[in-house]
């Protein structure tokens, strides 16, 4: 299988399912702005030494490629017949008990801070406003078509968790928070 097919080339791409849509359409948007999260937090990957915390990034990209997946299906509505593609709402819970054990570890929170804080930090905190444009562009479409709830609550407690992990990994690195 070649890894181009010019199909794309006048600004199309297909959906699963069936059916070629404008690259620009919203549902595009929205699944490449997941795609760009999922690149990101690669990135985070790269830097963590820390085999839980790896674990748990990985679960994550496994997460954000489902929901993907699933926002790329053309079949509006229907449920996912593939296990990799399975949202379950236990998926947001994984994601609180992770904040809640990373926050026991923490000092309280006083202040905003700068985002920043030694390599992996900085780079979870690039991955939470990545996080952040791409919940924004999924409530934009779920203004305009059916999205998972689920979705949304997913990717709007991501964006806590990336910013406890980004506390966290300075945290570990003693490097200080810097306050705003």
């Not at 794309?8 to 069936?18: I, N, P, Q, S």
């Not at 820390?50 to 990985?58: G, M, P, Y």
């Not at 000092?107 to 979870?124: D, H, V, Y």
């Amino acid at each position: 299988m070649k890894i181009y097919t010019r199909t794309g080339d006048a600004g199309e791409t297909g959906l699963l399912g069936g059916g070629r849509v404008r690259k620009s359409v919203l549902r595009v948007e929205t699944y490449g702005e997941i795609d760009e999260l999922n690149a990101c937090l690669g990135l985070v990957g790269s830097v963590l030494t820390d085999a839980e915390t790896i674990r748990l990034v990985t679960g994550i990209q496994r997460d954000l490629f489902a929901m993907g997946a699933r926002l790329a299906d053309a079949r509006s509505g229907v449920a996912s017949t593939f296990d990799k593609t399975r949202f379950p709402e236990e998926n947001v819970q994984r994601l609180e008990q992770a904040i809640d054990k990373a926050e026991a570890s923490l000092p309280p929170l006083k202040a905003f801070i700068i985002p920043g804080g030694g390599e992996a930090g900085a780079r979870f905190h690039l991955a939470r406003a990545v996080c952040r444009r791409a919940e924004r562009r999924l409530v934009a479409l779920a203004a305009q078509e059916a999205v998972p709830p689920v979705f949304l609550a997913y990717l709007n407690r991501l964006s806590d968790l990336l910013f406890v992990l980004a506390r966290l990994a300075s945290h570990r690195a003693s490097v200080p928070e810097i306050p705003w």
